[in-house]
């Protein structure tokens, strides 16, 4: 019997650590042929992610360089899939969420004639230019879909609403719960002995990240000024926060939190160490996507330094607290979950809405059956 060929295409470290479930479980399938093409649209990152999960590309893209736009990546990814997608010739190409590599492999398949398939569909944001560019890019990218695999019943109902037909949805919950269960461990040791040596059992934790382009400039000096009241408010706790590479969010962390001995700004980390560290915090404050989904699988609150989260399940289930850009709003916020144990329960043991680790199976089941049928 002829196999079902599915190319998954990625390029980034979320995306890579999203796909490498399904790509497992694709692999696992006898009826199907696993092709794995990157982008590497982030070089370094993108790796880190394959070496955890030892996954060798077919196809590598390597299409980064330094001062890279976003038309430099369209086009480039454009370009490079063509040929790629001719000589393969597969029945269907799979993409992740939301990033420049997932629209371009997307329309560069809707191109070539070959049927799309859409992990973590219909996120929205309902802001086209927040996240910026991901709101257009996992739109566009659910236009040129045949079929939708959705998280959860808000982001099936987005795409009803924007005219897709139901019997392309399917619910499948987030492959990042099946990615993260499979590299903690409670007796993890991290690399840096600086995280070694912080007392997680009697010293409550704080992780930040910040990075997003619209956090740039103003947000980003409210987000660190409030951090650090709290960490001077509450003298029990420690604030880790790994600096993203961008220049401006390095010289604005070591401007506002480098002077303090219980605030330890580290090089950003590997997906599993990062994972861990996350499992030993007690409390995370992001304007990161993905983490509104990781952490609450690990029952740790989380607040969001954004105006508006694409996520609104997580803030319906009680897991997530969209704390906005406002100094005195970010600062209360945490400062009320680190002084009121009630209210911290109450989000430490909300259900996570994000799935049970299963995900990526399910996916790999749809597209046999789809195909079979």
């Known amino acids: 019997m002829k196999k079902i060929k599915v190319m998954s295409i990625f390029g980034t470290r979320p995306e890579a650590i999203k796909m490498a479930p399904v790509v497992k479980a694709l692999e696992a399938e006898e009826a199907i042929e696993s092709i794995v093409c990157v982008t590497a649209q982030h070089r370094e990152m993108l790796d880190q992610v394959l070496e955890l999960y030892k996954i060798r590309p077919d196809y590598d893209l390597d299409i980064m360089a330094h001062g890279q736009t976003l038309s ?169 926060f790994p600096m993203h590479k961008n220049p401006k969010v390095r010289e604005l962390a070591q401007e506002y939190l480098g002077d303090s001995n219980r605030i330890h700004l580290i090089e950003p980390l590997e997906y599993e160490p990062f994972a861990n560290l996350m499992a030993k915090s007690d409390l995370i404050l992001t304007d990161s996507g993905g983490i509104q989904e990781e952490a609450p699988a690990l029952g740790k609150p989380v607040l969001v330094l954004r105006k508006e989260t694409e996520r609104p399940e997580a803030v319906a289930a009680g897991t997530v607290l969209l704390a906005g850009i406002e100094e005195q709003t970010i600062y209360d916020m945490a400062a009320k979950l680190l002084g009121d144990s009630v209210a911290y329960d109450k989000m430490a043991n909300a259900v996570n809405p994000y799935g049970d680790g299963k995900s990526a199976k399910r996916i790999a089941d749809i597209i046999k059956s789809y195909f079979l049928k």
């Not at 191109?111 to 219909?122: C, R």
């Not at 740039?216 to 709290?230: D, H, T, Y």
């Open 72 to 240: 430099d990546i369209t086009c480039k990814v454009l370009k490079g899939l063509e040929g790629i997608i001719h000589e393969t010739k597969p029945d269907m190409i799979l993409v992740h969420g939301d990033t420049t590599t997932t629209f371009a492999a997307s329309l560069a398949a809707f191109y070539s004639h070959t049927k799309v398939g859409h992990v973590e569909a219909g996120l929205r944001s309902f802001d086209l230019y927040s996240p910026f560019p991901e709101e257009l890019n996992r739109s566009l990218t659910g236009r040129l879909a045949t079929l939708h695999f959705s998280p959860t019943e808000s982001n099936v109902q987005n795409l009803i609403n924007e005219g897709v037909s139901a019997e392309s949805i399917y619910q499948v919950g987030n492959t990042v719960i099946d990615a993260l269960i499979e590299v903690i461990r409670p007796d993890y040791k991290f690399e840096d002995e600086a995280l070694n040596q912080i007392d997680y059992a009697n010293r409550r934790v704080v992780l930040l990240t910040a990075h997003r382009r619209e956090n740039l400039g103003e947000p980003m000096r409210n987000i660190f000024s409030a951090v650090r009241k709290v960490v001077e408010d509450f003298p029990d706790t420690e604030l880790i």
